[in-house]
């Protein structure tokens, strides 16, 4: 697949794990089907947004009907591969990576954390939310024993490019970075990088149109 | 303005504070113009993407030359109303509270975050990362005494809905929704719903298509 394939689909690939939201609450009603309307309605798009996006599924909703809901479930975590589980460390204990371990989405997801690691040595032989954590300097063996797929960073800025270093030469090929940073990998690491701004950059444009100008 | 609209840009404000970092980069390494190519470059996109994304700042490239520093710099943040402070406060001081009052890029981005407010007893009356931290009786009065303008909820999801509620009440018109509930609010009141999955979803694709189908 080409690069630009792959840019133009990102919207539609974040979009999905809302879509799956919607479409699991309808099956918790006890629904069989649901309509792009519906999803559109619940999530306030355009129905052609969501009967477009849907489209990479391969699921074909039927006229007057919808899409068959366990289906399209299946066929959207298949999609995004969480029709499997991924094992994952934190990288930095501290509050934000404290947080991310006690996200319920993630671990109904499929994202099962397995080890913490801190330089501060009064959290290293504790555990975070049942996780335990330990001393950066043992990252590398416990990557390979317990065969760990990806990263989450959530170091302070300041040594955030040293430890994505100490993860990718522990053999991590995919990195979920909460940091500001901009890291530098080579080319066979995938990075997801995570930006808060982004969604303030939302809200300040929703607070322009909605409450004007010289707000 | 029509709501389909400002959906349709809604990828495009998300991208302008990448933007705004590559750009404010370049004008600290002194340089007077930067091209589209090069800040596409920059952030693996396509030139084209770049140049119809900045295009609603109304800032025009000069062909071979490029954008101007410091007008495109001042376009963006005029456009998001970076130009100008926000006052917020965090309900919930938690460790993702916690995290979000530490978080610099907001407030260089203008996030003024004026005070926390938890449940816990045993928080109320300290201070997080420098903010106060008042019980939630003391909303109402806080949000008025400090002409607060935006409300990051953080509080575990249980407490979600019941809380913003408590917000909305207060007179805050802007919620920055970081809980997973799809809160219900008055049609007055704008929600920006972060959504970690999205990033996993990201992330999951990229593996996908880095490390094949059988991995």
Do not use: C
């Amino acid at each position: 697949m080409k690069n630009s394939n792959k840019l133009a689909s990102m919207p539609t690939i974040k979009r999905l794990p809302s879509y799956l939201h919607v479409i699991e609450a309808a099956e918790k009603e006890g629904k069989e089907y649901i309509s792009g309307t519906v999803i559109a309605d619940e999530l306030e798009l355009e129905p052609i947004q969501v009967r477009k996006d849907l489209a990479v599924t391969g699921i074909v909703g039927k006229p007057r009907i919808g899409f068959p809901v366990r289906d399209l479930i299946n066929a959207i975590n298949q999609f995004l591969r969480w029709d499997r589980e991924h094992q994952a460390v934190v990288v930095g204990a501290g509050h934000l990576g404290t947080a991310l371990i006690g996200y319920e989405e993630l671990a109904h997801r499929g994202v099962r954390i397995r080890a913490a690691f801190d330089l501060d040595q009064q959290k290293v032989g504790k555990t975070v939310n049942g996780v335990p954590v330990y001393s950066l300097g043992q990252l590398s063996d416990k990557i390979q024993e317990l065969n760990i797929d990806i990263a989450i960073l959530s170091v302070p800025t300041s040594h955030a490019q040293a430890v994505a270093d100490m993860i990718v030469k522990a053999g991590i090929r995919a990195i979920w970075n909460f940091t500001t940073v901009k890291l530098k990998v080579p080319s066979n690491v995938v990075v997801q990088k995570e930006d808060m701004s982004s969604g303030y950059a939302m809200l300040s444009v929703k607070m322009k149109h909605a409450f004007g100008e010289h707000d």
